[in-house]
DNA sequence: TGTAAATCGATGTGATCACATTGCTTTGCT
DNA sequence: AGCAAAGCAATGTGATCACATCGATTTACA
């Protein structure tokens, strides 16, 4: 036991996220089904030994690719929350999360259209079904956090359950930004229809 | 023009049916991803030849899948929609149609979960993503016009538009079955919240 | 600076896939 | 009965894929 193990160079997780978004980007306009070393590898512009090299095993790739959606997803919220100061009331955080749930942009568009391939990818894929849960998970007891805070202060109308309308909510935002993926229904409409539902809760 | 053109035998329909029953119950356990000739011949028990002359392009077989499946869950909706008589109110038929979006047994959660692959399908394929929105439009008008129809008996309460709640309720059962699917809200919840959902439009 | 690990491009390999081709058998019409 | 089309199994083909292997180079730490 003469030599620690030597941790991974400086560049590791930067050329990580280099592959992982150039994963993001053929599941964007491509779908998940297209995602192969070498068309990640073109996408990134590195050869397919180094993406090989990173991911040894094409579902660590993937899960990788799903992570990194996340975190892209996560940083993009919390810039919209904090914005508007840190005085930001329950109901405007609540507001704020479900809005970038349904696309408005090109990013946020690419970003729904990586999850919606995950959320199928989960039904055949048990590695994917958990991450998902447990985002789900965190997600919905968020929210659920944000209405009790507001039901404590008499803000909620009266018999309103926080938790089951949490799950009410996001499932509603989802099955709306489907639908605006896919080009049945325009993004404002989308939008209208989930304040109408949160204005639903509030008295 | 001695001969007219022979048609397709007797039991070609049938067969045809058979084989695309085979790629749905790939799909339903293994997703979308897993549908090939050799493992769609082996779930039919019939041979791989016979899968590429019913269908000389596998672009062709998921189609066929895909209107097949529609035509289950119109046939089983259609039988819930009459089993209690032809007097069903538009209420209680739009019921029906929104909790057959949710899982509650083997057969509809095989159904959704197919439904739920070809809908991310749809984002990578244009073919599938017209058949997809031709459905939701004939969906959405269906449970619109119910809507009106309880609306202009005065039945609904006042400020409800049915054109916008109807794709609301479709969009929050869709979500919600997903959660159903994947294990993080249990079945009789999600109904439960469909149900207060449609309340909300009454009187 | 020596050395082991990390990096990573190049190339190989076996599997699988969609689809083509071929030829035999069956079906359905006249 | 005769005949053309339909049905269908068997086999071939070229592409692509995930992953293995190898070798050269660079990096990081003692």
Redesign the pocket.
Known sequence: M???????????EQ?RNEIADAVLAIVADRGLAA?????V?AQAG?????V???F????KLIEAAFERGNALSSTRIAAKTTANGADAGPREVLTVVLTELVPYDAVTRAHLRVRQSFTAAALADDAIAGRLRDDYARLHTRLAELLRQDQATGRLRPGVEPDQEAVTLVALAEGLAYYVLIGVYPAGAARERLHTAISGLYR
């Open positions: 003469t030599h620690r193990t030597r941790g991974p160079g400086a560049q590791h050329r995602v192969s070393q070498t068309a590898a590195v050869s397919p030994g180094r090989q090299h990173y040894p095993a094409k579902q």
